[in-house]
Nanobody
Framework: QVALVESGGGLVQAGGSLRLSCIAS????????MGWLRQAPGKEREFVAV????????LHANSVKGRFTISRDNAKNTVYLQMNSLKPEDTAVYYC?????????????????WGQGTQVTVSS
């Protein structure tokens, strides 16, 4: 079992930056594929970024590529999402999720554990 707690969300103006953090409990964090996903009001949950257990492989959604970067520090049981050049359309609740399977893909599903989410609001 893994408990995930996100932080770092908030209100920012368009063009600004935020860094989200997700701290995981347990001693097996370094075996999980970790993802960031988001859900805006009235929309389905969508994939943002994913990182392999080693950190060697990452994928980013086309909508955030070049602006967002996922990374992890296994010594700190933490995964990050650096978000730059934020746009109003990035406004959503951002969720951290852990996947037991060593699969790095664009699916927003097939995650085994989820955090409670952190709100990101980008004003124009």
């Amino acid at each position: 079992q893994v408990a995930l707690v996100e932080s770092g969300g908030g209100l920012v103006q368009a063009g600004g930056s935020l860094r989200l953090s997700c701290i995981a409990s347990g001693r097996t964090f370094n075996t999980y594929t970790m993802g960031w996903l988001r859900q805006a009001p009235g929309k389905e949950r969508e994939f943002v970024a994913v990182i392999s257990w080693s950190g060697d492989y990452t994928l980013h959604a086309n909508s955030v590529k070049g602006r967002f970067t996922i990374s992890r520090d296994n010594a700190k049981n933490t995964v990050y999402l650096q978000m730059n050049s934020l746009k109003p359309e990035d406004t959503a609740v951002y969720y951290c999720a852990a996947r037991k399977r060593a699969v790095v893909d664009f699916s927003p599903n097939e995650y085994d554990f989820w955090g409670q989410g952190t709100q990101v609001t980008v004003s124009s």
